[in-house]
Nanobody, 122 residues
Framework: EDQLVESGGGSVQAGGSLRLSCTGG????????IAWYRQAPGNKCELVSS???????HYADSVKGRFTISQDNAKNTVYLQMHSLKPEDTAIYYC????????????????RGQGTQVTVSS
């Protein structure tokens, strides 16, 4: 398996929480750092959070303190726990193996996978 599959999106009211999951083959997690990107209609694809194989994490300023990325190696899964959701978090969220961006280009982050829709209503 060389694909990552996202799940866990849905519709919530502002202030609510969701947990996104990203599953894939063992190989992907062994060789690549993993990131969550998102794209809202009319907006650019943006990096939300990433996790390195050594456990180091990165967050966009817009989600710091509200989102937490984590990895369960036994389940070959990366999670994005989202709290205090805002309407501006509404987007399709994509899980990306960062190594793939070197092959397919940085613009491929929001175009290769199915993504999972997150909708936050005010």
């Amino acid at each position: 398996e060389d694909q990552l599959v996202e799940s866990g999106g849905g519709s919530v009211q502002a202030g609510g929480s969701l947990r996104l999951s990203c599953t894939g083959g063992r190989f992907i997690f062994d060789v690549s750092d993993i990131a969550w990107y998102r794209q809202a209609p009319g907006n650019k694809c943006e990096l939300v959070s990433s996790i390195r194989r050594d456990g180091g994490t990165h967050y966009a300023d817009s989600v710091k303190g509200r989102f937490t990325i984590s990895q369960d190696n036994a389940k070959n899964t990366v999670y994005l726990q989202m709290h205090s959701l805002k309407p501006e978090d509404t987007a399709i969220y994509y899980c990306v193996a960062l190594n793939s961006l070197m092959v397919f280009g940085p613009d491929s982050a929001c175009s290769r996978g199915q993504g999972t829709q997150v909708t936050v209503s005010s």
